[in-house]
């Protein structure tokens, strides 16, 4: 990963941060300045979605041609997309109390992530079970194919379906024009673009160091012949 | 062109009118920002973020030059 | 060849007869613990609360009967049939058959609901629909899940964890259609419920029969 691409992530990010936090947002009832939550909450979001599709893609390129960088892939983007997943349902729950009045509301959208969560901590159990390393990566890279094929119709059918608290209920699952004006858009774009970049950062260095400890255990396994 | 002018310019007037309806009245945090006190907690949510990437940098470093120690002793071999 | 492995799926269950009669009985015990705890009869329950439980029993037993299709398998068997056929064959077999139990699964849950509780569907022909599509859906990614955890080491575990959050999506869409039919809606209402599992049954089983080689391979 070039330098330059961290470093315009992280300048993504602060003026996201000075700007999410200073600039003037639109007044309405009910949330009034929590309005703000959009700019740290949503990005965590469309965080998770980008690496959880990261992992399937690592993990259908595997079945096509397996070979072990490309699982490490696979599981290091899985992992960081759930760490993103965990934070956003957390950062929902805080924001849906003060705004909904409970931290779980039955909502259809955070339903859909709780349970994004509960596949992929299923199949981080699944990758714990397995002994041999290239049967792990084949079982694991087909259930991931299919669990998320699976969630599909959990995340961008149901919603769409069910009356949701979340802004655009039925019909359009995202923001619409009403909800979020232009000048929202210019802070939380670049947010989310910002959240990208600092996820694939993150997820490079555990490449990195799966790959190194993997290198290692291979001299390990010549010292002892 | 005419035509997105005019799309441009009711979308514009739809703002304004949802914006001038929806209550200049909602209760925000003005206190705050008209004392200035909000660059408090901006200063002190920069500084935790600036904190937070500079121990990614660091390590992002470590790792690297980790990577560099083993592949020399992979090749010596 | 296909039918002839669906055949002997048939055969060896008929041979297996302590197995049949345990299914069949956890699901009557499944049934009589919710008559006994909602202590019914005497209160009457709403029909929410009456599709959820019908979905939950079927549920249950559902994925006890099916983990066995490839979990319960012995190591020499699915060798064998390593020679004898191709996954693709296998997978498909064992989708149609598994699809078949699941259907008298679900029909013997109803007839117990019947029996015990009560009977508030007014809408017969779309209630089977529902139980045929489900039926398909469930096994047909039940299927592919039990031939992974069978090559884990707690395959049981596994089963139930690796299939809950798969097989939500379709449970929630059953519930809802079968609310739809307690409450006598038209069919028109429950239309966008039926496409969407229609169209989760043609994912599942079209990434079933495309994934299955994969695990076989070992």
Same mark, same amino acid.
């Given at each position: ?225 | ?5 005019? $799309?441009?310019?009711? =979308?514009? +007037?739809?703002? *304004? /009118? ?24 901006? $200063?002190?949510?920069? =500084?935790? +973020?600036?904190? *937070? /990437? ?24 | ?218």
């Amino acid at each position: 990963m070039k330098t330059w691409i961290k470093i315009l992530g992280v300048l993504l990010l602060f003026y996201a941060h000075i700007a999410g936090l200073l600039m003037e947002v639109p007044r309405l009832n009910i949330v009034n300045e929590t309005i703000r939550a959009t700019y740290f909450h949503v990005p965590m979001w469309f965080g998770m979605v980008f690496l959880f599709l990261m992992s399937l893609y690592y993990s259908i390129l595997y079945l096509r041609k397996p070979s072990l960088e490309l699982d490490i892939k696979a599981e290091s983007f899985a992992h960081a997309g759930l760490a993103f997943g965990i934070l956003g349902i957390l950062t929902g729950m805080i924001w849906a109390n003060y705004t909904w009045g409970s931290p779980w509301h039955g909502d259809p959208k955070q339903n859909g992530a709780a349970i994004a969560t509960l596949v992929y901590l299923a199949y981080f159990v699944l990758r714990g079970s397995i002994d041999n390393m290239e049967q792990k990566a084949r079982l694991s890279a087909v259930y991931n194919i299919f669990a998320f094929a699976a969630m599909i119709p959990l995340i961008f059918i149901i919603p769409r379906l069910t009356d949701s608290l979340h802004p655009g209920n039925g019909g359009n699952p995202g923001f619409n024009m009403y909800d979020l004006d232009s000048r929202m858009r210019l802070v939380l774009y670049p947010a989310i673009m910002g959240w990208f970049i600092i996820g694939y950062w993150m997820v490079s260095l555990r490449i990195k160091l799966s790959k190194q400890l993997d290198i290692l255990l291979d001299l390990e396994d010549e010292k002892l012949k | 062109m005419k035509n997105l002018n005019k $799309a441009l310019l009711s =979308l514009l +007037l739809t703002f *304004l /009118i949802t914006f001038s309806s929806q209550g200049q009245d909602a209760e925000m945090a003005d206190v705050m920002r008209s004392e200035g006190k909000i660059y408090v907690v901006v $200063a002190i949510i920069l =500084l935790v +973020l600036a904190g *937070l /990437i500079l121990y990614l940098f660091l390590l992002d470093k470590k790792v690297t030059n980790l990577e560099r120690m083993i592949n020399e002793k992979r090749k010596t071999k | 060849m296909i039918y002839r492995l669906i055949v002997k799926e048939f055969t060896l269950e008929l041979r297996r007869k302590s197995v049949i009669s345990g299914i069949a009985l956890y699901l009557i015990s499944l049934v009589f613990i919710c008559y006994l705890s909602f202590s019914l009869r005497l209160s009457v329950i709403s029909e929410a609360i009456w599709s959820a439980l019908f979905w939950l029993a079927i549920l249950f037993s559902v994925i006890n009967s099916v983990a066995k299709s490839f979990i319960g398998e012995k190591r020499g068997l699915s060798l064998y049939y390593y020679t004898i056929a191709s996954p693709k064959a296998i997978i498909i077999s064992k989708i149609i058959y598994n699809s078949l139990l699941c259907f008298i699964l679900s029909l013997l849950g109803y007839v117990l609901f019947q029996v015990f509780i009560s009977d508030p569907v007014q809408d017969t022909p779309l209630f089977f629909l529902t139980l045929i599509l489900t039926s398909t859906a469930f096994s047909s990614a039940l299927s592919l899940i039990s031939g992974i955890a069978s090559k884990t080491n707690h395959s049981n575990i596994l089963m139930a964890v690796l299939s809950f959050p798969i097989i939500i999506s379709i449970l929630l869409m059953a519930i809802k259609v079968t609310k739809n039919v307690l409450d006598g809606l038209d069919w028109s209402a429950s239309y966008d419920e039926l496409l969407n599992l229609m169209a989760i049954n043609c994912i599942l089983s079209g990434l079933a029969y495309l994934l299955f080689p994969y695990i076989w391979r070992s």
